[in-house]
Nanobody, 126 residues
Framework: QVQLVESGGGLVQAGGSLRLSCAAS????????MGWFRQAPGKEREFVAA????????DYADSVKGRFTISRDNAKNTVYLQMNSLKPEDTAVYYC???????????????????WGQGTQVTVSS
């Protein structure tokens, strides 16, 4: 089994920054692609960003390109999401996720992520 624990959410004013962290345990972290998704009230869960096993490739939703940066530290079994220039429409619960198969990379496919964290709330005030 894989356990994912997010942290770093909170309340921030528009234009501000937050860094989310996701600590993983339970398997070889470096062998699996990781992603961040978010879900706002009344909306479906949506892709935010993903990163390959080695970090050599990163993908982003158009809505966050140029503002968010995903990174990982395989030595610490942790993936990060640096969020800058936050907007009220970024308000959501943010989830960290791990893909189910080693070496696979389907960045925005929700069904390819087999393990999910509990989520962390991000609220951006205008």
């Amino acid at each position: 089994q894989v356990q994912l624990v997010e942290s770093g959410g909170g309340l921030v004013q528009a234009g501000g920054s937050l860094r989310l962290s996701c600590a993983a345990s339970g398997r070889t972290f470096s062998s699996y692609a990781m992603g961040w998704f978010r879900q706002a009230p009344g909306k479906e869960r949506e892709f935010v960003a993903a990163i390959r096993m080695s970090g050599s490739r990163k993908d982003y939703a158009d809505s966050v390109k140029g503002r968010f940066t995903i990174s990982r530290d395989n030595a610490k079994n942790t993936v990060y999401l640096q969020m800058n220039s936050l907007k009220p429409e970024d308000t959501a619960v943010y989830y960290c996720a791990a893909q189910g198969r080693a070496s696979s990379y389907y960045p925005d496919r929700v069904d390819k992520y087999h393990y999910w964290g509990q989520g962390t709330q991000v609220t951006v005030s205008s």
